[in-house]
């Protein structure tokens, strides 16, 4: 079981990811908004699903305030389609974008494969030089 935050500003949205997460044995805190959380209450999560349209502070600003902090994956889940978005939420320190309105199923396959690379052991990677040298 994995900690997973969401935080949109619409309630029957974070019921729905709440509902979809918990059948998949995950843990779900789900937020309306940024305001009164740590970071180091956000590093206690696995994964964050983040809106971008929100009052306030949107998603964006959100994402560039804690990405230099944490380093867990973050999934914006937005209406804003536009390719310029979907550039600016990857270019800011996304992992990964998901448009609304979503498929269940596509968005527990990305929180899968999201999950799955965090938890993979990490491989010494060889230098170039070595492997130039080396054939496998």
């Known amino acids: 079981m994995v900690n997973i935050l969401a935080i949109d500003d619409d309630a029957a949205i974070l019921r729905l990811i709440r509902k979809m997460l918990e059948m998949k044995n995950h843990k779900v805190t789900t937020l309306l908004s940024i305001k009164n959380i740590t970071i180091e209450e956000i590093n206690?999560?696995?994964?964050?699903?983040?809106?971008?349209?929100m009052p306030g502070e949107d998603g964006f600003e959100i994402c560039k305030k804690i990405r230099p902090s944490?380093?867990?994956?973050?999934?914006?889940?937005?209406?804003?389609?536009?390719?310029?978005?979907?550039?600016?939420?990857?270019?800011?320190?996304?992992?990964?974008?998901?448009?609304?309105?979503?498929?269940i199923h596509e968005v527990n396959a990305r929180i899968e494969a999201h999950l799955r690379r965090e938890s993979r052991p990490k491989k010494g990677r060889k230098s170039s030089v070595y492997r130039r040298r080396h054939s496998y």
């Open 44 to 53: 206690k999560y696995n994964l964050i699903l983040l809106d971008v349209m």
């Open 70 to 103: 944490i380093d867990i994956p973050i999934i914006f889940m937005t209406a804003k389609s536009d390719e310029s978005s979907i550039i600016k939420g990857l270019s800011i320190g996304g992992d990964d974008y998901i448009v609304k309105p979503f498929s």
